[in-house]
Structures are given as structure tokens and as C-alpha cells.
């Protein structure tokens, strides 16, 4: 296991169509977070899964956003309706809390999916 | 005011040349502090993570916080072209940021020139 995947890496689509973007985080990691940069911008968090519970959201994830992490694997982050402020980077990010792991707690970020909706 | 101020540059070096990277904060209840790099298009890649105050150095880079000041330092010594990208520093009041994730400033981008 290399790091935390994501998929697709880029998606163009049109006004109002809905996005679905898949992570796989570290095999070990309980923790996976998603987070949206827009340009000149840092990350900004909008949620947070431990194991398959969903126990964060920020005031940033509308009510077109869904996230789901199904038996506490791999998760995926739905856009209905997508609107052009939706066009970002999609990050994901995983961790673990199980002591003796090396760099317990630490985030490691995948490569993210680009959105551009036009 | 953002919780995390940093500049966003580009800050320009010559190779060779020590670099520091800073970035002030107003929560006082961040505790956990990380410098993160990004190459153009690419995710984070986690350089520090230290917690509290103090300082931590690894290899050609050192990281300083101090919480009386709400301010954090990243130093690259050494600097290569290699190193250019952009630097985000990220904190959290909780270990690996729980269940508020991580705060980020907007990035420094650092270009070295050969």
C-alpha cells in the first residue's frame, strides 16, 4: 500500500450534473477526512469519518454535498447539482489512532480530483 | 481576521541560500503544528508535525513554534530547486486535528533559483 488514492484525478462537467469522487485511504488508517482548495487557497476541511461514522461537517458541505465511508474502507463524496463555485480540488486524507503506528494522528493527503464545472 | 495568516509570496531565493517560511496564528488552543509541501497540482506531502512549543529538525529543515507569539518557522537550509514549491502550514487543537481536521494557511510559494 503506497498512500491514499483518489479517482478520478480530474472531471469536467456541466452545470447542475451530480459528481461522485472515490478515496482509498491507508489500509490501516480508521481516520479519513475530506477536504476542498480552490486556487491561492489552503485546504479547507469539510468532513470527517472514524471508521464507517460520519462525526464532523463543516458549514461548507451544503446540502448538495453528500460523503459516505461504507464499512469503514474506501469513501466517496457525491455534488448534486454542481454549481461553478464547486470547481476546486477535492482532497483526501487519512490517519490513524492506533498507537506504535509510526507518525500516529498524522494526515497523509492523496493527489486529490480536480473539479471544473462549466 | 483568518485563523492562520501566512504570506502568500512567491518568496524568490537563490540555490544554496536559507530559507524561512513563517505563519501566525489567533487560536490559542492549536497545539499541533505542521508544515506541509505542494507541488503544482499535486496533494499535500507532509514535511513536520510537532506539537506544543519547542523546536524539531530534520535533515535540511527545522521547525520552531512558539506559542507565547502565536508564530511558527519553517527553515530550509541547503536550499535546492528541487525545494520549490508551495508551503503550507496547517494546526490543529486536536492530535491529527479530530474531529475539526486541520486549519491551513493559504500557502507560501517558494521558488529557488538555480
Known amino acids: ?118 | 481576521q483568518k485563523e492562520v495568516e501566512q504570506d502568500p509570496g512567491p518568496l524568490s531565493v537563490p540555490e544554496g541560500a536559507i530559507v524561512s517560511l513563517n505563519c501566525t496564528y489567533s487560536n490559542s488552543a492549536f497545539q499541533y503544528f505542521m508544515w506541509y509541501r505542494q507541488y503544482s497540482r499535486k496533494g499535500p506531502e507532509l514535511l513536520m508535525y510537532t506539537y506544543s512549543s519547542g523546536n524539531k529538525e530534520d535533515g535540511r529543515f527545522t521547525a520552531q513554534v512558539d506559542k507565547s507569539s502565536k508564530y511558527i518557522s519553517l527553515f530550509i537550509r541547503d536550499s535546492q530547486p528541487s525545494d520549490s514549491a508551495t508551503y503550507l502550514c496547517a494546526m490543529s487543537a486536536r492530535s491529527g486535528g479530530g474531529a475539526d481536521g486541520l486549519t491551513f494557511g493559504k500557502g507560501t510559494h517558494l521558488i529557488i533559483q538555480p
Open chain 1, 1 to 118: 500500500d503506497t498512500g491514499v488514492s483518489q479517482n478520478p484525478r480530474h472531471k469536467i462537467t456541466k452545470r447542475g450534473q451530480n459528481v461522485t469522487f472515490r478515496c482509498d485511504p491507508i489500509s490501516e488508517h480508521n481516520r479519513l477526512y475530506w477536504y476542498r482548495q480552490t486556487l491561492g487557497q489552503g485546504p479547507e476541511f469539510l468532513t470527517y469519518f472514524q471508521n464507517e461514522a460520519q462525526l464532523e461537517k463543516s458549514r461548507l458541505l451544503s446540502d448538495r454535498f453528500s460523503a459516505e465511508r461504507p464499512k469503514g474502507s474506501f469513501s466517496t463524496l457525491e455534488i448534486q447539482r454542481t454549481e461553478q463555485g464547486d470547481s476546486a480540488m477535492y482532497l483526501c486524507a487519512s490517519s490513524s489512532t492506533k498507537r506504535g503506528l509510526a507518525e500516529q494522528d498524522t494526515q497523509y493527503f492523496g493527489p486529490g480530483t480536480r473539479l471544473t464545472v462549466l
